[in-house]
């Protein structure tokens, strides 16, 4: 069992943080499927992480979702470069996420009325986002983070939300990557060096208790 206080998952002070639970990213007729990655780990993922959104919800603990799009407007030089530069007129790779597209939009998973979406182009949620302003103004001084990919949009705002002050959890079994062995390398990563690692179940048995107190 990992050691934290319950009081690092309640309401009022916790939010749990879903990162990028979209089509293109889960979905095998998505973007990434079609360019080859595997997506059954964020299929099987998503029902145990419809169930702890749920818990959140009936403890009352905060939902955010976060949205990745991509588009001519936020697609800048730089970002397209990212794994190299690309070859004198190649055609421009396809976009994941594209803004208004059905490959943007969340993949069986949706906010509630008055649950934050934030938007983000680049893979942290913090990075050029209203995200931080929207927690501060919130309470919430712990986050909990869940979905699409482990080792890349999940362990980058986490990294950015310690950097930030707030405590961070990984939800193991609530996240996914296209390896496994990605998945396996963040959550180490993350227990030794940033935060907490906790289950789904670890993190419901924990909202369940303390309801019973209060």
């Given at each position: 069992m990992p050691s934290y206080s319950p009081t690092r998952f309640a309401p009022g002070r916790a939010a749990l943080v879903v990162?990028?639970?979209?089509n293109d990213f889960c979905d095998p007729e998505g973007v990434c499927g079609q360019r080859g990655s595997d997506t059954s780990a964020a299929v099987e993922m998503v029902p145990r992480l419809q169930a702890l959104i749920e818990d959140a919800r009936a403890a009352g603990v905060m939902v955010v979702f976060i949205q990745?799009?991509?588009?001519?407007?936020?697609?800048?030089?730089?970002?397209?470069?990212?794994?190299?530069?690309?070859e004198a007129g190649a055609p421009p790779a396809v976009s994941t996420c594209?803004?208004?597209?059905?490959?943007?939009?969340f993949y069986q998973v949706a906010p509630a009325?008055?649950?934050?979406?934030?938007?983000?182009?680049?893979?942290?949620?913090?990075?050029?986002t209203d995200l931080?302003?929207?927690?501060?103004?919130?309470?919430?001084?712990?986050?909990?983070?869940?979905?699409?990919?482990?080792?890349?949009?999940?362990e980058s705002t986490l990294r950015d939300g310690l950097f930030l002050d707030y405590h961070v959890t990984l939800v193991e079994d609530c996240a996914a990557s296209y390896e496994a062995e990605h998945h396996r390398t963040t959550v180490e990563t993350v227990e030794t060096y940033f935060g907490v690692v906790a289950s789904s179940k670890e993190i419901s048995s924990t909202w369940s208790a303390l309801s019973k107190v209060a």
């Amino acid at each position: 069992m990992p050691s934290y206080s319950p009081t690092r998952f309640a309401p009022g002070r916790a939010a749990l943080v879903v990162v990028d639970v979209q089509n293109d990213f889960c979905d095998p007729e998505g973007v990434c499927g079609q360019r080859g990655s595997d997506t059954s780990a964020a299929v099987e993922m998503v029902p145990r992480l419809q169930a702890l959104i749920e818990d959140a919800r009936a403890a009352g603990v905060m939902v955010v979702f976060i949205q990745t799009t991509h588009d001519e407007l936020t697609d800048s030089p730089a970002w397209l470069a990212r794994r190299g530069d690309p070859e004198a007129g190649a055609p421009p790779a396809v976009s994941t996420c594209y803004t208004g597209s059905w490959g943007a939009e969340f993949y069986q998973v949706a906010p509630a009325p008055g649950e934050p979406v934030v938007i983000k182009h680049r893979y942290s949620a913090f990075a050029g986002t209203d995200l931080d302003l929207v927690l501060r103004v919130a309470g919430i001084e712990s986050l909990m983070f869940t979905g699409v990919a482990t080792n890349v949009c999940v362990e980058s705002t986490l990294r950015d939300g310690l950097f930030l002050d707030y405590h961070v959890t990984l939800v193991e079994d609530c996240a996914a990557s296209y390896e496994a062995e990605h998945h396996r390398t963040t959550v180490e990563t993350v227990e030794t060096y940033f935060g907490v690692v906790a289950s789904s179940k670890e993190i419901s048995s924990t909202w369940s208790a303390l309801s019973k107190v209060a």
